[in-house]
């Protein structure tokens, strides 16, 4: 059983930073991409961004390109998501999730295993 678990959510000011984490359990993290996405209130959950099994190659959605930056650290079992000048429009809660061996995957039916989410405000 693969277990998610995210961090680092909060409140804070337009161009502000977090860092989102995302702990996972299981033996076979280091073989599979993974994925963040967001949820805006009576929205769809989006593609944010993603990281191959090596962190070799990364795919992010438009609006975030230029200032997020994911990342991962096999040894540590966790993946992160820098988030750099927010924007109120950045606001949702952030879920990450696992997705495929090979490759990077944008949808979302790709992504068997997903954490609770944790929130990021930024007020407008």
């Known amino acids: 059983q693969v277990q998610l678990v995210e961090s680092g959510g909060g409140l804070v000011q337009t161009g502000g930073s977090l860092r989102l984490s995302c702990a996972a359990s299981?033996?076979?993290?280091?073989?599979?991409?993974m994925g963040w996405f967001r949820q805006a209130p009576g929205k769809e959950r989006d593609f944010v961004a993603a990281?191959?099994?090596?962190?070799?190659?990364?795919s992010y959605v438009d609006s975030v390109k230029g200032r997020f930056t994911i990342s991962r650290d096999n040894a540590k079992n966790t993946v992160y998501l820098q988030m750099n000048s927010l924007k109120p429009e950045d606001t949702a809660v952030y879920f990450c999730?696992?997705?495929?061996?090979?490759?990077?995957?944008?949808?979302?039916?790709?992504?068997?295993?997903w954490g609770q989410g944790t929130q990021v405000t930024v007020p407008s």
């Open positions: 990281i191959n099994w090596s962190g070799g190659s990364t």
């Open positions: 999730a696992r997705g495929v061996r090979i490759g990077i995957t944008r949808n979302s039916n790709d992504y068997a295993y």
């Open positions: 299981g033996r076979t993290f280091t073989t599979y991409s």
